[in-house]
């Protein structure tokens, strides 16, 4: 496994250290990819995520935002753990996961929905007015506002 060395990136970037460490964590964690999933982006400002959960009910599933982080977990009901099948093939992960996903900042969840054991989770970026873009003034003059 090819691993990446970050410290030139950390010589001039400052502020960025907190991605910098999100990267590495994500380049040396494997999670077997279950289940998969898509990131779409749909406008400008608008994401979503479309996360394949054939099998699970949405009661099985919690969608959980907590600052910068989305979880998505899906967990089997117990009944189901004790079943005892014979599977000549078994080629249908029926397991429980947990995903997480690191959000930018002013990213949040406007809703999710399921359809057709597609699980989708609609984001959208909120900047709030004072982080904005404005101009400065030169000289301690004030800049009118456009009209």
């Known amino acids: ?41 749909r406008a400008e400002n608008q994401y979503r995520i479309t996360m394949a959960v054939a099998g699970f009910a949405e009661s099985q599933l919690d969608i959980t935002q907590q600052q910068n982080k989305l979880i998505v977990r899906g967990t089997r009901d117990s009944q189901d753990a004790g079943d005892e099948r014979q599977y000549l093939y078994q080629g249908i992960a029926e397991r429980d996961f947990e995903r997480k996903f690191q959000l930018a900042d002013h990213m949040k969840v406007t809703g999710a929905d399921m359809e057709n054991g597609l699980l989708h989770i609609e984001l959208e970026r909120e900047v709030p007015e004072e982080d904005q873009p404005r101009k400065i003034a030169i000289n301690g003059q004030r800049l009118l506002e456009s009209e």
């Open 1 to 41: 496994m090819r691993t990446l060395d970050f410290t030139p990136l950390y010589r001039s970037a400052i502020g960025f250290d907190r991605l910098f460490n999100q990267m590495e964590q994500n380049l040396n964690t494997n999670n077997g990819g279950y289940p998969p999933y898509n990131i779409e982006q």
